[in-house]
DNA sequence: TGTCGCTTTAC
DNA sequence: TAAAGCGAC
């Protein structure tokens, strides 16, 4: 059988890989490869926290690979060497892959499969993890939708969900001549080693990801509708590392999800499919914008007053220590996890780019180090959409206020305990918001800081001083 | 997927 | 006196 490169990147699975399936079906000897390559992602070429996750997927990936009887080789860049030698070595005459949709990536792999083709290889690429194709839809005047309700409302109306489709029980063997190189030798995993203690509550690779889906199934999607803004419940899918990676394909989700409709959950999982579609919606924004990531959408931010950051400031909101409660907490999971429970992400970015009214693309480059499931679509949307600076966003008059979000989303102090254990001694209001008593909390936290860095209403008030100044309109 | 301050309404 | 309603930011 002739051999084709199957040229892995985002899609660290074998289920649902239509790439794979092409090779597969096309008669080819599938050669799964993944090419180590971050500098041609730019600025925005993975963060720490994804990279170390990625290293854990690319060994779960081989392993599974190798129970089939194939196996993964991996590479360094750059992208064109390593695929050309990819080729030479292996006489491979096909190359397959499934697209990425990153500003960076996609003119690359555009101009790969243009010089490909032309040394008369057959090359094809796949939708590997949307629904829907960035440009695919588009609003009654050809644009790209900016309003994130009547893109979902195109969406439902050309919903299709594919086929599930399952990788062969085994594989053909990669020809023995192509060299190993072992995943775990990649430098992703990050030194000092500070996510040790993440993977107590992860499990990357492609069995972890369809274990999580079942959990998520089991538990927090009956209730999901209402219960997703809880951070001290297990009230969310924790699928996106997962999703990120393309460990599973997101149409594998709702194909799992649907048949477990019945009369109560029904919201449940519109609420969840509609948190598939926020995701959709990141990608064809980043697709039709690809200078969002760097600039705010909506040109009136150019002239805002943003203030510049004092580093000891950001490394107290990096790190946890603001003084606010809900923040700190959700800064430290963020530390010790990877990951940020969605509503505490919504409080802690509208603290810093509103109260402290640095440009969000500090926080988002932080996000970017840290999460596990940073994702250049995701993490963009989310800023621009709390910082009121891109499209469909909340006002940038819209100010949470983390005391009184606390107070509705954590409204036992329970997630504050958990990851600012100084403070559980605080009865409940004052959980909340312990600079009310100082003695009290000097008492119990020596250490947590007295003040806010930056008062509440202080905050606010500058923050929306700046709004009005920034002009009309 | 907000907050605040003010007014109105209900008791 | 407090909950509910409303407009402005």
Redesign the pocket.
């Known amino acids: 059988m002739p051999n084709a490169i199957v040229w892995l990147r985002n899609d660290l699975r074998l289920d649902d890989h239509p790439a794979l399936r092409a090779a597969l079906e096309g008669g080819y000897t599938p050669v799964p490869a993944y090419i180590h390559a971050p500098a041609e992602e730019g600025a925005w070429a993975p963060g720490a926290a994804s990279d170390a996750w990625r290293a854990r997927s690319l060994i779960a990936l081989d392993a599974d690979l190798r129970s089939r009887g194939s196996r993964l080789l991996v590479r360094h860049g750059p992208t064109a060497d390593a695929l050309a030698r990819l080729i030479a070595d292996s006489g491979a005459e096909a190359v397959f892959w499934n697209r990425k949709y990153e500003p960076t990536t996609q003119p690359r792999d555009t101009a790969l499969k243009k010089q490909l083709r032309e040394r008369g290889l057959r090359v094809k690429s796949f939708n590997g993890s949307l629904f829907f194709e960035p440009w695919q839809l588009a609003t009654q005047q050809g644009g790209p939708y900016q309003v994130?309700t009547p893109f979902w409302r195109a969406a439902q109306a050309q919903w299709r969900v594919p086929e599930l489709w399952d990788a062969p029980a085994r594989l053909p063997a990669v020809p023995a001549t192509l060299a190993d190189e072992s995943a775990a030798s990649l430098p992703l995993s990050p030194r000092p080693d500070w996510d040790r203690s993440f993977w107590q509550h992860w499990q990357p690779g492609e069995a972890g990801a369809r274990e999580a889906l079942e959990v998520f199934a089991d538990g927090a999607l009956q209730g999901y509708h209402s219960e997703r803004d809880r951070p001290d419940r297990i009230g969310t899918s924790r699928l996106s590392p997962h999703l990120h990676c393309g460990e599973i394909a997101p149409w594998r989700i709702v194909r799992m999800l649907e048949p477990l409709r019945n009369r109560d959950n029904g919201a449940d999982i519109d609420a969840y499919v509609r948190q598939l579609g926020?995701r959709e919606f990141a990608h064809h924004l980043l697709h039709h914008f690809p200078q969002t990531p760097d600039e705010d959408l909506n040109p009136r931010f150019r002239r805002f007053d943003w203030a510049e950051p004092d580093l000891t400031l950001l490394a107290a909101w990096q790190r946890g220590r603001t003084g606010v409660p809900i923040i700190d907490a959700g800064m430290r999971e963020l530390w010790a996890t990877g990951y940020m429970h969605?509503?505490v992400r919504?409080i802690a970015a509208s603290y810093l780019s509103k109260h402290l009214r640095y440009h969000w693309s500090y926080g988002a480059r932080w996000f970017w180090e840290t999460l596990v499931d940073a994702d250049l679509a995701n993490n963009t949307l989310g800023w621009q959409w709390v910082a009121g600076t891109g499209a469909d966003a909340?006002?940038y008059?819209?100010?949470?206020?983390p005391v009184?979000?606390a107070e509705?989303f954590d409204l036992d102090g329970v997630y504050i305990a958990r990851w600012l254990p100084e403070l559980a001694a605080l009865p409940l209001p004052l959980r909340f918001a312990p600079w009310r008593q100082p003695e009290a909390l000097a008492t119990a936290a020596p250490d947590y800081p007295r003040l806010p860095v930056i008062d509440?209403d202080a905050g606010?008030d500058a923050a929306?001083a700046a709004?009005?100044k920034s002009g009309p309109r």
């Open positions: 994130f926020w969605n509503r919504m909340a006002p008059f819209r100010v949470f206020n009184t979000q509705r509440l606010r929306l709004y009005r």
